[in-house]
Each structure stands twice: as structure tokens, then as C-alpha cells.
């Protein structure tokens, strides 16, 4: 056993003896769709300024998002009702209480020069407006920290100017909390100016003051510094709040700032607790598929690599552990369709090892001929050989994530999250475990003798076959480009006559709460309502007898076939409540995430120029962006809904279409390079040649998992599976015909079609050079 080997195994045994202890100590925070959560209802209110309409409450529901994935509430479902209310509904909160009073404060934050103390020193907790004859101003006659009272001026520096709030410990100089601010630009002078105006005055003196005030409440008013001048003011665009706060009041003041102000005031009507959207038996049903597919590809990838393919299993079993003890330690919300995408995500993660065991035969055969132990060098090869591939393909990957994280919000926010941890424990899964496992077996002489056991030793089907036959691929590339946009053409007709079916967190839709006189399960509710046709209805339970349904913008006639259907299960039925509700993926969020999507987009686009060529990063942003509109065309088409889950699936089938486009540039790469000079088309057909049994192997452990959802998963994960089917059938036929033919056109029409100098040249006595990452 060699050093690396040992330290591998070392570093592999922690961490999954950590994930174990956290997955047995901690509990994970579960969606609405699995444990329930809190509904609270909350009433927006006339102000002066502005009245409670339905313009004003789309902007509270904008605005109690962002304060709500303050809270740490990834999942949170947000939604206008009728015209002045919002429903909130909080997955997993365990106190509620302090989630309604941080939702509904309004939060106006103003910034004001103070003009003394009031004459009358009597304590007065409302506020006092004076009317100031020579000036257009007013001034206001607060409460302070202390209990006393301010005389304060008008203020032209609000809450909208803050950039960033946080919340910061000050333990060295014992300042306890504070909140710190930063300043837009524009606001940033307007401070400058403020405490410019306040240091004319002496020290000490009231007037050298600045009140920040929140809700009509002054919560700080420090004196400028002594050491600033006159007219000159702070010229940082930073200020600290300081008052005694403890931790979280520091940390929900700066959630409040950051989050923005109210438009109107609100006050909670309503609290309670919800049921779960999914019944045990959907659940169950989901969780069955899961397994089975799991279960199905552990199996092939041990079918086709053999003893070795199952030490890769056991490494995905890891994979599992650590994923779940990560995601449960971060505190992720865990919905059904994100635990779908994370039992997906154990078949993506078979593809690290899938490329090193292919690389490993291929350094195999090339070594069985000599004395030694081939199969330990060849093993180590191959994964040397394929860490480029894995390590570019995941980094596509995470850029996405990062700012999908850190650029989107509710669901894309959270989808960001898991899958950043995805691919960062596969990588470890693959190059850690699985090669320390692999590794101590390829110590053992009766491995190393028998290549019918160990599977590096077999060719394999696939290539066998390839091999034999020698395809002439891509002599005529532009028919596959014609192939691919007669294909995308037809899905974009299929968006122009059928129009997308957006489900009810996009367009918005109706909520009817009943009350029935026999208590119904929510599987009973779900599959009566099926039975009636509102397949696609969401039912929540708040106790036996109330069920809340949510469904689209439907008419009398098929509310009244609603209670009907309950009225068959639940005796009597009443209905106590209907309403209009606004979509809950709202524009303002939809816009976020677009923007994210796109500088994602762009992020993987430089960085694939940087690491291969120009022409190969926009072949494998064409062949996602052909995958999109494909899989967005073919759900038009079936007419099915493009919701929340449809989201996340688009989403997983971006990233699996750049990686897979990655995997065959990186092989395009090192053999191209091998051969200075020589035209494109030999290297592109033999890398896709090459990495043909990658591509089978990977997307059969994913159509394993996949198949067993779609059937076994219930209606709660069939459109999900079925847009993963489709969009992973389409990136691995993209992959291959869609972005290599289109590098080969761009290539074409550059006068130096060769790849560019070399950073280092092949090292003398060894046999593959030692450019495989260079760049070109």
C-alpha cells in the first residue's frame, strides 16, 4: 500500500465516520410537501402614504420573500391573496411566533439630523409632527434608546439606500452587537453630507447627533466623531448601529434593513399549522422508486466494471451518507422533488467513476503486454487521466450554483444549495474513495491475475463493438446541425401553437379552504380529487376535518365539482373560504432568476474558453441552450405544466448537459494536442469514439433511477422524471452531434485551425504526453 493510498483511506474513513454521527444526531428540516409547517395569513393596511391595493401587496410579498430567506427558510411558499392579503406558508418552523413578528413590522428606516430636545420633557411614545413655517420640512418628536425624547429634522436618507446590513460582534472593545450598513453610492453622499452638517456643531452637543429610526422609533443616535470637521463629514460609505442589542435582535434588525421596507403596514389574521401536501402513501410510493433505482444501478455499474464496479457502488453508498449529512447539517430544506434530484444525483455521480474505469482500460491494454503490475499503473492512470475531465465538468457546474445561490432566491436559491453539495461530494466520492477502495484491491494478486473479475481487464461491449466497426462520424457535420435545428424548430412551434401550460406558481390561481363532517386522510383528498380531474390540485390538511385546496383560476362550475369530491369522502362539506391568490414564483423572483441563469451561463462560457478554445465554449453553451428549448417544447407539446418541479428539473438538465459536453471536449483536447498542425475532424471523431462507453454507462445509471420515479414515484414525481428522461436523452445526443459538429464549423472557418502552442512538452521515456490539461 502506498502513502497516497493509505492517506486517502484514512481521510475517506473520517469523514464518513463524521457524516454518520451527524446524520444519527441531527434531524433534517423537512419541506411542506413532507412534515407541514405554518400558514400564517397576513392583512396589509392603508398607510398615508399609500393604500393597501393589489400593486402594494405584490411588492409586501416581494419584500417578506427576501426577509424570509433571511430567516433561513429556503423553501418558503409566498403568494398574494385576493387584494390585500398574503399567504406565507413556512416549512418546518418551530417558532412561529418570531417568524410573524419579524414579518410583520413594516421596517421604515430613516436617517435624521437632530435639532435638541423637546422643551416639554414628559415621556410621549407618539410621534409629533411640527410644521416648519420658513421651510418646506417637518420636524418629529421621537422616543430614543434611553426613554427620553428627540426633536428631529426631516429626513432625505432612507432604509433604500442600504446596499448590505449585517449583523457583526465586537468582543475585543466589549461593544457587544451592532448592525452595520453599507451605503448605495448615491446614499452614500447623502450620509456624507448629513454628518457633515451634524459636525458643525460643538461636542457634545444634542445637535451633533444622527438618529437612525425604525418603525418611528429611534433606535440610535451616536455623535459624529470629533475628529470629523465640519462640511466634511464621514466620507465612508459604511455606519454602525449600536444599542445593547443581543444576537438576534442584532440579527433580525439586520434582516428587517436588508430586506427592505413594507409598502404598507400588515398585521397577522391568521396562525396555524398545516398537514403535509403529500400523504404517507405518495411518500412511501416515492421513496420505494428511490431505492429501487438506486438499487438498479449499483447493479450495473457492477455488471459492467465488475469487482471494481462494485467497489464504486459502495463508494456511492458513501456518496449518499456524506450528501445527506451535509445537506441535514447546512439546515437545507429537503422537499420530495429535491430529495428526487439528490437520489438523481447518485447516478450522475457514477460518471467520475465511469471515466476513470474507462481511461483505466484503455491504459490496460495498452500495458498488458509488459512485465510488472499493470493493473495497479493502469488504475492510477486512469484516474490521473480523467481528473482534468471531472475537475472541468464540475466546475461548470458549481459556477452555476454559486450564483444561482447567490443571485436567486426561494427555490432557485435553494437549488443552488444542493447542488453545489452534490458535486462537490461526488468529486470526493469518486477521487477519494472509490480510488482508495480500488486501490487496496489492486493489491491483491488474485485481482491483479483475473482481469474477468477485477472489469479493468475487459474491453468492454461497447467499445469491442466501436472498435470493430470504426465509424467514419461527422464526415458531413452540417446535416447533424440540420438534424438539431429542424428538431429545435419544432419545439419552438410547439411553444407558438400550444402556448405553455404554467402552473399555479407562475400564473397564480384559486385557494378554497372546506370543513367536512367526517375526517379525510390527504391521500383520500388527492386521489378523489384525481378522479374529478384536478389531477394537478395541491391539498393541504390544517386538522381532520379542514382541507385547503389549491388549483388554478377555475370557474364555479368546477369549484362546485371540487366539493362534490370531497363531499363523497368527508360527508357534509363547507366551504369557509375562497380566494384568488397571485402566483408564488412572482416576477420579481422569476426576473432573479433569469438574471442568475444568465451570468451562469456566462460564467461557464469563459471559463470553457480559458480552459479549451473559444469555438468549444460556445459549442457547449449551443448544445444547452438546444437542450432547453427542446425539453421546454416537448412539454408544450404533451401539454404538461411548467411549475416549481418543472423548474428544478431545467435547472439539473443544464448542468448535466455543459458536463457532459465537457467530458468530450477534454478528450478533443488531449488528443488534438497530440498532433500540432493537424486538422480538427481526426481528434474530434476519435474522442467521440473514445468517449462513447462514458456516455452509455453514465446515462444508463441515470435512466435506472429515472425509470423507476416516472413509474414508481406516483403523480407527485412523474413530470419530474419525464423531463429528466427527456432532457438527459437529449444532452447525451447533443453532446455528440449537436456541439462537436458545431466546434468543427467554427474551426473550419478560422485560417489557423491547429491548436495553439503547447505549454509543455511530452516528457522522453514516458507513454501519453504530459499536456493532457494544457491549454490551447
Not at 45 to 69: C, G, M, N
Not at 173 to 178: E, F, I, M, N
Not at 530 to 541: I, L, P
Not at 592 to 616: K, M
Request: glycine share 10%; aromatic share 6%.
Amino acid at each position: 500500500m502506498t502513502r497516497a493510498t493509505m492517506v486517502r483511506a484514512v481521510l475517506a474513513a473520517v469523514v464518513l465516520l463524521v457524516s454518520l454521527f451527524v446524520t444519527l444526531t441531527m434531524s433534517p428540516r423537512l419541506g411542506l410537501d413532507l412534515q407541514g409547517g405554518t400558514r400564517l395569513v397576513l392583512q396589509a393596511k392603508d398607510s398615508p402614504t399609500a393604500k393597501a391595493d393589489r400593486e402594494s401587496t405584490d411588492r409586501t410579498v416581494e419584500v417578506l420573500r427576501q426577509r424570509i430567506d433571511a430567516l433561513g427558510v429556503a423553501e418558503p411558499t409566498v403568494t398574494r391573496s385576493g387584494e390585500d392579503r398574503v399567504l406565507i406558508e413556512l416549512p418546518d418552523v418551530t417558532d412561529p411566533r418570531e417568524a410573524a413578528e419579524v414579518l410583520g413590522r413594516t421596517a421604515q428606516l430613516t436617517f435624521h439630523p437632530v435639532l435638541g430636545v423637546p422643551d416639554d420633557a414628559a415621556p410621549d411614545p407618539k410621534p409629533e409632527s411640527k410644521p416648519d413655517s420658513e421651510s418646506e420640512s417637518e420636524e418629529l418628536v421621537l422616543p430614543d434608546e434611553s426613554g427620553g425624547r428627540l426633536r428631529l429634522g426631516a429626513s432625505d436618507l432612507s432604509g433604500a439606500g442600504v446596499k448590505d446590513a449585517r449583523a457583526e460582534f465586537d468582543g475585543q472593545r466589549g461593544a457587544g452587537w451592532s448592525v452595520s450598513l453599507d451605503f448605495r453610492d448615491d446614499a452614500s453622499r447623502d450620509w456624507t453630507r448629513l454628518t457633515g452638517e451634524a459636525a458643525c456643531h460643538p461636542p457634545q452637543d444634542e445637535r451633533r447627533r444622527v438618529a437612525i429610526v425604525l418603525d418611528e422609533k429611534v433606535i440610535s443616535s451616536p455623535q459624529v466623531s470629533p475628529s470629523v470637521t465640519c462640511g466634511a463629514g464621514l466620507p465612508s460609505g459604511t455606519t454602525q448601529i449600536t444599542g445593547s442589542f443581543s444576537a438576534d435582535e442584532a440579527k433580525n434588525l439586520a434582516l428587517l434593513i436588508k430586506g427592505g421596507a413594507l409598502p404598507v403596514p400588515v398585521e397577522v389574521v391568521e396562525q396555524r399549522t398545516v398537514g403535509p401536501t403529500l400523504g404517507a402513501e405518495a411518500i412511501s410510493a416515492s421513496a420505494r422508486a428511490a431505492v429501487i433505482g438506486a438499487g438498479l444501478t449499483a447493479l450495473f455499474i457492477t455488471f459492467v466494471y465488475r469487482l471494481f464496479g462494485g467497489l464504486a457502488a459502495l463508494a456511492l453508498a458513501g456518496y449518499t451518507l456524506i450528501s445527506y449529512a451535509a445537506l441535514v447539517a447546512l439546515g437545507v430544506t429537503l422537499t420530495l422533488p429535491g430529495l428526487a434530484g439528490f437520489v438523481l444525483a447518485i447516478g450522475m455521480a457514477v460518471d467520475a467513476n465511469v471515466l476513470a474505469f474507462e481511461r483505466a482500460r484503455e491504459e490496460y491494454a495498452s500495458r498488458s503486454g509488459r512485465t510488472g503490475r499493470p493493473l495497479r499503473s493502469a488504475l492510477a492512470a486512469g484516474f490521473r487521466n480523467a481528473r482534468t475531465a471531472v475537475v472541468d465538468s464540475n466546475v461548470t457546474t458549481l459556477l452555476a450554483a454559486g450564483l444561482l445561490f447567490g443571485l436567486g432566491s426561494g427555490p432557485v436559491k435553494g437549488f443552488g444549495v444542493t447542488l453545489a453539495i452534490g458535486v462537490l461530494v461526488s468529486m470526493f466520492s469518486a477521487l477519494v474513495i472509490a480510488r482508495a477502495l480500488t486501490e487496496l484491491a489492486a493489491g491483491s494478486r488474485f485481482v491483479t491475475d483475473f482481469p474477468g473479475v477485477n472489469g479493468i481487464g475487459l474491453r468492454g461491449r461497447v467499445r469491442t463493438y466501436l472498435t470493430r466497426r470504426a465509424p467514419q462520424l461527422f464526415r458531413r457535420s452540417r446535416r447533424w446541425l440540420g438534424v438539431s435545428t429542424v428538431v429545435v424548430a419544432l419545439a419552438v412551434l410547439g411553444v407558438a401553437l400550444r402556448g405553455l401550460n404554467l402552473g399555479v406558481e407562475f400564473t397564480g390561481g384559486r385557494l378554497m379552504e372546506y370543513s367536512t363532517s367526517r375526517p379525510v386522510g390527504i391521500d383520500t383528498a388527492r386521489t378523489a380529487l384525481a378522479d374529478a380531474g384536478f389531477a394537478d390540485a395541491e391539498v393541504t390538511t390544517a386538522g381532520d376535518r379542514e382541507l385547503s385546496v389549491r388549483t388554478g383560476d377555475t370557474g364555479d362550475r368546477a369549484e362546485a365539482a371540487i366539493r362534490d369530491a370531497l363531499s363523497a369522502e368527508g360527508g357534509a362539506t363547507t366551504k369557509v373560504r375562497d380566494d384568488l391568490i397571485g402566483p408564488s414564483l412572482g416576477d420579481e423572483l422569476r426576473r432573479h432568476a433569469l438574471i442568475a441563469l444568465g451570468i451562469a451561463v456566462g460564467a461557464q462560457l469563459l471559463y470553457l474558453a480559458v480552459r479549451f478554445r473559444w469555438s468549444f465554449a460556445v459549442a457547449s453553451v449551443t448544445a444547452m441552450v438546444h437542450d432547453v428549448v427542446i425539453l421546454v417544447g416537448v412539454f408544450a407539446w404533451l401539454g404538461r405544466p411548467i411549475d416549481g418541479i418543472f423548474l428544478a428539473a431545467l435547472l439539473t438538465v443544464i448542468g448535466y448537459s455543459v458536463n457532459d459536453s465537457v467530458v468530450v471536449f477534454d478528450r478533443v483536447r488531449e488528443l488534438w494536442a497530440r498532433r500540432p498542425g493537424s486538422p480538427l475532424l481526426p481528434a474530434a471523431r476519435a474522442a467521440v469514439l473514445q468517449t462513447v462507453p462514458r456516455t452509455v454507462n453514465t446515462g444508463m445509471g441515470a435512466l435506472f433511477i429515472l425509470t423507476a420515479l416516472a413509474v414508481l414515484g406516483g403523480d407527485s414525481l412523474r413530470d419530474f422524471a419525464l423531463a429528466l428522461l427527456i432532457g438527459i436523452c437529449v444532452g447525451t445526443y447533443s453532446s455528440v452531434f449537436t456541439a462537436v459538429p458545431v466546434a468543427l464549423e467554427m474551426e473550419s472557418r478560422r485560417k489557423d485551425g491547429a491548436p495553439a502552442r503547447q505549454r509543455q512538452r511530452p516528457k522522453p521515456g514516458r507513454g501519453r504526453p504530459a499536456d493532457n490539461g494544457a491549454r490551447v
